[in-house]
């Protein structure tokens, strides 16, 4: 099956899970814990349903967006996801020019393998940085200087990474940014040769370019990733490293990962120009709440004041839909991104763009609003909506 040929998300998700070896794969899809993060997501959207109203004019359908004073053609980009070689060589990069293509935000980890020179080279109108506060502030300052240099616009604070979690997948499978196989996973990864042929066609595990140059001179992808992890996360990392990155940084300021009324508040003071409420795609704090369910409070406290976005468990149009008439500005996709492009490459990226447009492109129709700006509160319908069921005593 071709990635052409996937209908659905789903389908490109199952399509990545054969094309990689477990080991990959698990890192991509678990969460921490139980893993009760992600289906706490995928409920929270279902909580809502969306109200048709019909009789609309629906022949002429838009569903381009304004944020930071840019058009995007959709209400959509893609969010950051480290350590991207790893599925796929150059995946990176292709989800930067699938994005440019397409005229979307494509938001480079600060794990990111490929360089951010190299990214901006590709898009460099719809690049943004996600920045991980490191250990030393000087490295962070020479990320930020660099990124401004190559023309980006958007800075995205990660803030709500303060520890390493337990992804238990992970440590039942070995996983380590070493990159260190034990026979066991190399025995798994054979039974995946697509993957395995370009894992060793490359020399092994891929570098993190951005962080080489702060590596030892010469150091191995394998010597970077532990330098990293020596820097990143910064456990010490407060609200005054934030205020550091707004009076350094001349651009756009989002964070992301907020979840709480207060944190959105500091947020805000501190000079953010946008808010991603995110729970990481409950790969961080398995018993936190879904984002959609936080959004409203964040939205009533700071909302006239940032831009406020969401991401976490978009897997549908639909899903993009709620959040919008949540009051969402924008949201990012996560795993969806990386299921298509580990799937299928550059043409998985775009078929993961083309069903998302696709399916919002006809929610929307169906709902009777031909624009995001027909999106609402009152498109929403919630059980809590149901009128109470009238009794009369017995007897
Ligand atoms: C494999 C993987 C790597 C990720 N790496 C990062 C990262 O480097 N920085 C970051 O801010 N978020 C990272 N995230 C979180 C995503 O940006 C996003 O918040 C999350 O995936 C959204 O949930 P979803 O996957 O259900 O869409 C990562 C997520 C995944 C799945």
């Known amino acids: 099956m071709s990635v052409e040929q996937a209908i659905n998300i789903e389908d490109l998700r ?25 289906p706490t997501n995928t409920a929270g959207f279902l909580r809502y349903r969306l109200l048709p109203r019909y009789l609309v004019d629906v022949s002429k359908r838009e569903q381009s ?29 292709m989800l930067a020019e699938a994005a440019r293509d397409a005229n979307i935000p494509y938001v480079m980890s600060g794990a990111s393998n490929a360089s951010m020179e190299a990214a901006a080279r590709i898009a460099p109108d719809h690049l943004w940085y996600q920045l991980y506060s490191a250990t030393d502030q000087g490295i962070c300052a020479d990320l930020l200087r660099r990124a401004h240099n190559a023309g980006i616009g958007v800075l995205m604070v990660t803030v709500d990474v303060p520890v390493r979690t337990r992804r238990e997948r992970n440590i039942r499978n070995g996983f380590n940014f070493q990159h260190k196989l034990k026979p066991s996973i190399v025995a798994e990864a054979l039974r995946h040769p697509a993957w395995i042929v370009e894992y060793l066609r490359h020399g092994g595990a891929p570098i993190l370019d951005n962080w080489a140059p702060y590596a030892a001179k010469g150091a191995n992808a394998t010597e970077v990733a532990q330098f990293f992890n020596s820097q990143v996360p910064a456990p010490s990392q407060t609200w005054r490293e934030l205020d550091t990155f707004r009076k350094l940084w001349p651009g756009k300021l989002v964070v992301k990962g907020v979840m709480t009324t207060g944190d959105a508040e500091r947020a805000v003071a501190a000079g953010a120009d946008g ?27 700071v909302g006239d004041k940032v831009t406020l976005m969401l991401d976490s468990g978009i897997r549908r149009g639909s899903d993009i839909i709620t959040a919008l008439c949540v009051g969402a500005k924008f949201t990012f996709l996560g795993r969806a991104g990386l299921y ?19 399916e919002l492109d006809l929610t929307m129709g169906q709902m009777g609003c031909p624009t995001v700006a027909d999106l609402g509160p009152e498109c929403l319908w919630t059980e809590r909506d149901l009128a109470p069921v ?6």
């Open 14 to 38: 199952r399509m990545c899970r054969r094309r990689l070896p477990r080991i990959a794969f698990d890192y991509i899809e678990g969460g921490t814990e139980d893993e009760r993060g992600m």
């Open 65 to 93: 967006v304004t944020l930071f004073g840019k058009a995007y053609s959709s209400p959509f980009g893609f969010g950051p996801t480290g350590t991207m070689g790893l599925f796929r060589r150059g995946s990176e990069l």
């Open 275 to 301: 808010i991603l409420v995110s729970n990481h795609g409950g790969r961080q704090l398995d018993r936190a709440p879904a984002p959609i369910d936080m959004f409203p409070a964040i939205d009533a406290a």
């Open 340 to 358: 298509g492009v580990s799937a299928g490459g550059l043409a998985g990226a775009k078929r993961v763009i083309e069903i998302f447009r696709t």
């Open 390 to 395: 009238v009794t009369r005593p017995r007897g």
